[in-house]
């Protein structure tokens, strides 16, 4: 009776163990489908966020397109086993996969460029110039955007996926935390790059963010966020070579400077070096007039190395001297790289007893100007809240307000007996050029049923007259001044693409804008004299006959065997060598992240 109790017993007990086995076992079942179609979000994820701006099946290479899923697959984990909840990590995925691509695609069309890391530095610049230009969306972002709404609402089944334990959560976190850091590090190898067929070239970011889809080229570009030393440098070495180029300066040097102007306006440029461009009448009759040979004047084309946008650069180069060649592609050094005294054009010359003013139009913040300038020897600044009595065209100081507020500053700069050196970034011509204006009206017409382009030419036109009415005025002072004018670089694909017109148009034409070099007194003219703007200064003070410090004078050397030098390319001259680019960017480095640091301690 008992032996039959216990068999009993055993039975029922053998019977629970299947029951729970099996149920654990239909329980990891269900976990494992829950698992796989979470698995399936980064996929979504990936595939339409880059459909925001091209078709990925068609132009992401294959192997790219596997790297990129598995980035979203690892960032995707990663926020579930932080989170613990499947619903709110595939939307959380989804929201970043839209942001993304929202962002990418804008910052697409107003400058021609992909969304790189160190755009992050200037979120507050651009918001402070967004309400300029049209964010309608087109159709492909509306279609697109629904598809991601639909996946949003559709993530609440994944409400009943697995919780795990927050010791299993941690260890995977842990985990892929760690395939996340090596994944992004072995993108960022050379070596990686070259065996997986991933293009590498920072100086087509459009292209590589084409090919290599949004994701990977994001993670590649994360690794130039630092600058690395070049091959090879050595601090004591550059001072040596840079003593090699010392000149002695006397007072006989600095009697009697000229007063220096230097106009960088927003995006001034000709766009007929794209392709044909006629006019119901010139749109920059002065420029073209100047252009012939005037005397005392020298124009020409001064390559920049940015194009459709961030200014700050061209400013970079033409006040230290530093070329963006050396940089990361679409870094912005005013928000990365300047964070003490830095040599740059603005101290040498207060160094020889300039009044040095930095004038600009719009806000303060824009680009870390106001931070930046005085590092860069800047005393006096000026921005929008200091400018009084201004007209606007569109919804920007005018550049003939501007102009009259230069000659206020030389006016006033008088009592105080020194030479003044005022730097002024005009902000009129600013993108975008798709609205309608009560206060503007597009006078300049081209062959192009193109609005936008007929704005931005009518702009130009304006810059021009004011240009115009600044030389006449300092035509007629008795104080020596030399008048610096250039664009700082070509508008967005918006305009420049209706001129280019489907032609087969040189990348490096994209980068060439107008420069005029004038003084009310003797220089020795040219035209046709092109250059690059980390030329432009040295060679501005030695047509002044303003003396030249060391890095200018190597800059003056460098420019006879590469006369450009830009982040678009060079030209290469008699006598050039990789060695002197080599060089050179052992001295930049000196420069901008040696020499300051020498100063500061």
């Known amino acids: 009776m008992l032996g039959n109790m216990e068999q009993t017993v055993a039975r029922k007990q053998t019977k629970r163990e299947k029951n729970n086995t099996q149920k654990r076992t239909e329980g990891w079942k269900q976990k494992g489908i829950w698992l796989f179609w979470y698995a399936v979000v980064p996929v979504f994820a990936f595939y339409l966020m880059e459909c925001y701006e091209h078709n990925p099946f068609a132009e992401v290479r294959v192997e790219a397109q596997l790297f990129n899923i598995f980035l979203f697959e690892l960032i995707g984990w990663m926020l579930y086993f932080l989170t613990g909840r499947m619903c709110f990590a595939s939307r959380v995925l989804y929201g970043l996969a839209v942001a993304f691509g929202i962002t990418n695609h804008y910052v697409m069309k107003f400058r021609s460029t992909p969304f790189v890391p160190w755009d992050l530095f200037s979120a507050g610049t651009a918001a402070s110039v967004a309400g300029n230009y049209d964010f309608t969306p087109d159709r492909r972002m509306v279609i697109v955007t629904l598809v991601f709404i639909a996946l949003f609402v559709l993530a609440r089944f994944f409400k009943k996926g697995p919780r795990f334990s927050w010791k299993i959560r941690l260890g995977s976190i842990v985990l892929v935390g760690l395939a996340l850091c090596t994944f992004v590090n072995a993108l960022q190898q050379e070596s990686f790059q070259t065996k997986h067929y991933l293009y590498p070239f920072l100086f087509t970011p459009a292209y590589m963010t084409k090919v290599n889809g949004m994701a990977v080229t994001f993670a590649m570009d994360l690794a130039y966020v630092a600058v690395e030393r070049p091959a090879g440098y050595d601090a004591d070495e550059a001072k040596e070579t840079l003593a090699k180029y010392e000149t002695k300066t006397t007072e006989t040097d600095t009697q009697d400077l000229p007063n220096i102007i230097v ?212 035509s007629k002072v008795d104080d020596r001044t030399i008048i610096v004018f250039f664009g700082d670089h070509q508008p967005n694909d918006t305009v420049a693409s209706v001129v280019e017109n489907g032609a087969q148009v040189e990348t490096q034409k994209r980068y060439l804008v107008p420069y005029l070099v004038w003084s009310n007194y003797g220089i020795e003219g040219a035209k046709d004299k092109n250059t690059s703007l980390n030329y432009l200064a040295a060679q501005v003070l030695t047509a002044a006959g303003v003396p030249t410090n060391a890095y200018q004078n190597y800059l003056l050397s460098l420019s006879k065997t590469y006369p450009v030098i830009s982040a678009a390319g060079q030209t290469k001259g008699i006598g050039a060598d990789e060695k002197q680019l080599q060089t050179y960017k052992k001295l930049q480095y000196y420069q901008l992240f040696e020499k300051n640091k020498e100063k500061d301690e």
């Open 263 to 474: 106009i960088m306006d927003e995006a001034f440029s000709d766009l007929k070096v794209l392709g044909p461009l006629e006019t119901n009448e010139d749109y920059m009759p002065f420029m073209h007039r100047m252009q012939q040979g005037e005397k005392n004047t020298v124009t020409g084309y001064v390559q920049t190395s940015v194009c459709g946008g961030n200014t700050a650069d061209s400013e970079f180069e033409f006040l230290t001297g530093n070329t963006m060649a050396f940089l990361p592609n679409g870094s912005i050094p005013y928000q990365q790289y300047i964070k003490s005294r830095t040599p740059s054009l603005a101290g040498y010359l207060k160094s020889l007893g300039y009044a040095t003013y930095a004038q600009h139009p719009y806000q303060a913040s824009g680009w870390n100007r106001d931070k930046v300038y005085p590092l860069l020897g800047f005393d006096n600044l000026d921005f929008m809240e200091d400018y009084r009595d201004v007209s606007y065209v569109r919804n920007y100081i005018s550049d003939a307000s501007d102009m009259e507020h230069m000659i206020e500053t030389y006016e006033k700069n008088k009592a105080s007996g020194k030479p003044a050196f005022i730097f002024n970034v005009t902000m009129q011509n600013h993108g975008g050029y798709t609205d309608t204006y009560m206060n503007l009206t597009n006078d300049i017409q081209s062959q192009y049923a193109s609005e936008p382009l007929n704005q931005y030419l009518t702009l130009i036109h304006k810059t021009d007259q004011a240009l115009e009415n600044l030389i006449d005025y300092f």
